[in-house]
């Protein structure tokens, strides 16, 4: 409620970022492709350039039916007290077959004419 609304905010309500981009950060979950694992920054995967995340096989935990997607950037939810999520690069995890109301979908799009 801290920016005046009691659950999410509308889109372009807040200025953007220094990149021109509205609603990185606090409004819901982003999940984004990457399949989620633990430990998947030390994974060899983590090695390449902007890594995909690990492979179906690596990402399932032991016992899992499903695979879990990573998300970022924090929820209206989040609170200062427990959730560290009011940024781009906040790294939770969502079950494959689970909605929730505090997350939504990261669109990306390659940069055209550079390698970074």
């Given amino acids: 409620e801290a920016?005046?609304?009691?659950?999410t905010a509308p889109v372009k309500r807040f200025a953007?970022?220094?990149?021109g981009l509205y609603d990185m950060a606090g409004n819901v979950w982003e999940i984004v492709a990457d399949l989620?694992?633990?430990?998947?920054?030390?994974?060899?995967?983590?090695?390449?350039?902007?890594?995909?995340?690990?492979s179906p096989k690596?990402?399932?935990?032991?016992?899992?039916?499903?695979?879990?997607?990573?998300t970022k950037g924090g929820s209206f939810l989040c609170s200062?007290?427990?959730?560290?999520?009011?940024?781009?690069g906040?790294?939770?995890?969502i079950d494959a077959e689970s909605?929730?109301?505090?997350?939504g979908f990261r669109?990306?799009?390659?940069m055209d004419g550079g390698t970074e």
């Fill in 58 to 70: 690596d990402a399932r935990q032991a016992g899992a039916e499903v695979s879990a997607f990573v």
């Fill in 16 to 19: 953007p970022n220094g990149y």
């Fill in 90 to 93: 906040s790294r939770g995890q």
């Fill in 36 to 54: 989620y694992h633990p430990q998947a920054y030390q994974l060899p995967s983590a090695t390449v350039p902007n890594p995909v995340g690990p």
């Fill in 107 to 110: 669109c990306v799009k390659d």
């Fill in 99 to 103: 909605p929730a109301n505090h997350t």
């Fill in 3 to 7: 920016d005046g609304f009691f659950t």
């Fill in 80 to 88: 200062d007290l427990w959730c560290k999520g009011y940024q781009p």
